[in-house]
């Protein structure tokens, strides 16, 4: 049912700092931050070869990522995202196994302006999982 690994988020404090370390360090394509206020995040995309990572900064004062970010300030590993085809169907598959779909349980259109839904991390192995419909 999943298909590829969309991309890789990474938490951190600073996103200019982390988009450069990206940029200048590890010579990597870096976009320009994206403000994503509804997601309570700022975005930027690192274009790899076979997937993408994703440094987010947190955004406003309920942000999703704050609590973590005082947990592990010097960053960490957030979700990772897996692409599916359908995406209403692999929540009801995986509702049907147990799993527990964050939220009211609906997709909400992510940062690639696609269908996404995040699913609880006790049930993964203790990571946070994103799907978004490819
Ligand atoms: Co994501």
């Known amino acids: ?73 010097d960053g960490g590993i957030h979700h990772i995202c897996y692409e599916v085809e359908d995406i209403l169907a692999a929540r009801d598959k995986l509702k049907a196994g147990g799993a527990r779909v964050l939220g009211d349980g609906n997709p909400k259109i992510g940062a690639h302006g696609k269908p996404v839904l995040f699913l609880h991390p006790k049930d993964f192995n203790g990571t946070l999982v994103e799907l978004e419909q490819a």
Do not use: C, W
Request: proline share 10%; no cysteine.
């Open 1 to 73: 049912m999943i298909g590829r690994l969309n991309h890789v988020a990474i938490a951190v404090a600073n996103l200019e700092k982390a988009s450069r370390l990206y940029r200048e360090t590890m010579g990597a394509e870096v976009s320009e931050p994206l403000p994503q206020p509804a997601h309570g995040v700022t975005v930027v995309f690192i274009n790899l070869p076979n997937t993408k990572v994703e440094l987010l900064e947190p955004l406003g004062d309920n942000s999703p990522i704050a609590k973590f970010l005082e947990k592990s300030p």
